[in-house]
Antibody, heavy 116, light 110 residues
């Protein structure tokens, strides 16, 4: 079955860049679907960050677009997220997920804390 | 403030039927399908309902979804203690050009 696994630093300093990787197994990213990032701030709801469409297009939440870059390494079957100029407000659990009209499956998530 | 509005909490006793609402607008629920997600404590969300009222394989048939106009609902019949979780609705919003989620409803089984 399709599985996604997020990885990356758990602690990032304010003003620096948050970089995460999502490794996909059981399905080739380049074969279809959207592949996205969603975050959940502590005790709060879910926020869609953006996505990569298998054909090569990227889509970003307008509220984050100026700071976000999503890319794919098809040779490693990995999705990446870069979020620049982070602040404490970017502290959250970051999930990757495959989707078309709905998000499924999701990775287990990785907690990123922004603090000096 | 979430674009999709859900009650922050809901509760019921074992065996009861509970419904959770999700209210949106013409730019999201009114135009696109709704999906629902269950998030058990300390875990990632999992798909519970897609395309308004479809259950993925593995989702218990106690869960059902519906949509009318700019609102959607998740119903849980025969409530069980293992249903205690947070529930989120989601839809595409073409005014915001973004996927939007409800604020989540925490379900307590008393």
């Amino acid at each position: 079955q399709v599985q996604l696994q997020e990885s990356g630093p758990g602690l990032v300093k304010p003003s620096e860049t948050l970089s995460l990787t999502c490794t996909v197994s059981g399905y080739s990213i380049g074969s279809g679907f959207f592949w996205g990032w969603i975050r959940q701030s502590p005790g709060k709801g879910l926020e869609w960050i953006g996505s990569f469409y298998y054909s090569g297009s990227t889509y970003y939440n307008p509220s984050l677009e100026s700071r976000v870059t999503i890319s794919v390494d098809t040779s490693k079957n990995q999705l990446s997220l870069n979020l620049t100029s982070v602040t404490a407000a970017d502290t959250a659990v970051y999930y990757c997920a495959r989707y078309q009209d709905y998000f499924d499956p999701w990775g287990q998530g990785t907690l990123v804390t922004v603090s000096s | 403030q979430s674009v999709l509005t859900q009650p922050p909490s809901a509760s019921g006793t074992p065996g009861q039927r509970v419904t959770i609402s999700c209210s949106g607008s013409s730019s999201n629920i009114g135009r696109y399908t709704v999906s629902w997600y269950q998030q058990l404590p300390g875990t990632a969300p999992t798909l519970l309902i897609y395309s308004n009222d479809q259950r993925p394989s593995g989702a218990p048939d106690r869960f059902s979804g519906s949509k009318s106009g700019t609102s959607a609902s998740l119903a849980i019949s025969g409530l069980q203690s293992e249903d205690e979780a947070d529930y989120y609705c989601a839809a595409w919003d073409d005014r915001l050009s973004a996927w939007v989620f409800g604020g989540g409803t925490g379900l307590a089984v008393l």
